[in-house]
């Protein structure tokens, strides 16, 4: 157990809709990485936040959107979800040391149909 | 850009064989340098790092040698076992910045008993 929590651990839904997907760091962990793992892709960064600012953006589609919270959970918002965007997807999170190492979450496993 | 290249999978052996995964890179500067592990239906584990050039990662009999001069980050097991069978994931990530990280696309193993 990494300590990384996300939920929920499947989601499927329609075409055109909308899901938030959730993640808690570990506790005392101030940075959250976004991540997207499709079997065409493979495992590809998404966003990062650091202590509820946004620090980096990867491969994010503008109908993606992320947040982080006070509380230092964050959302990974995405919407008018289309087929391709069916992947699981990983939330990590590090504390800011020297030479990061994340610790990842289970994932949560969205399909669009 | 940053990229990680591994060894195509799949990859199949014996149970106590011996087990090399190749991972090369392209990076400016010195990243950091990762293994993690996915074991079926779950996230992914850190299963070892390496920080500097000549740094030797090790962790359940699995080693890698940052071998800055070949840009490599290969991984060896002296005797593998069925629990090994795993998909395995080499990434690199720069010391400053953001430090995301950047996966090779993944080797699947399988050991047979």
């Known amino acids: 157990d990494s300590g990384v929590t996300q939920t929920p651990k499947h989601l499927i839904t329609a075409t055109g809709q909308r899901v938030t997907l959730r993640c808690s760091p570990r506790s005392g962990d101030l940075s959250v990485y976004w991540y997207q793992q499709s079997l065409d892709q493979g495992l590809q960064f998404l966003i990062q936040?650091?202590?509820?600012?946004?620090?980096a953006k990867g491969n994010i589609l503008e109908r993606f959107s992320a947040q982080q919270f006070p509380d230092l959970h964050s959302e990974l918002n995405l919407s008018s979800l289309e087929l391709g965007d069916s992947a699981l997807y990983f939330c990590?999170?590090?504390?800011?040391?020297?030479?990061?190492?994340?610790?990842f979450g289970p994932g949560t496993r969205l399909t669009v149909l | 850009g940053n990229s990680v290249t591994q060894m195509e999978g799949p990859v199949t052996l014996s149970e106590e064989a011996f087990l090399t995964i190749n991972c090369t890179y392209t990076?400016?500067?010195?990243?950091?340098l990762f293994w993690y592990v996915q074991y079926p239906g779950e996230g992914l584990q850190l299963l070892l790092k390496a920080t500097k050039a000549d740094d030797k990662g090790s962790n359940k009999g699995f080693e890698a040698t940052y071998r800055k001069e070949t840009t490599s980050f290969h991984l060896e097991k002296g005797s593998v076992q069925v629990s090994d069978s795993a998909v395995y994931f080499c990434a690199l990530s720069d010391r400053q910045g953001a430090q995301k990280l950047v996966f090779g696309q993944g080797t699947r193993l399988t050991i047979n008993p």
């Open positions: 936040y650091y202590n509820g600012e946004e620090r």
């Open positions: 990590a999170s590090s504390y800011r040391v020297p030479y990061n190492e994340q610790f």
């Open positions: 990076a400016t500067g010195y990243p950091s």
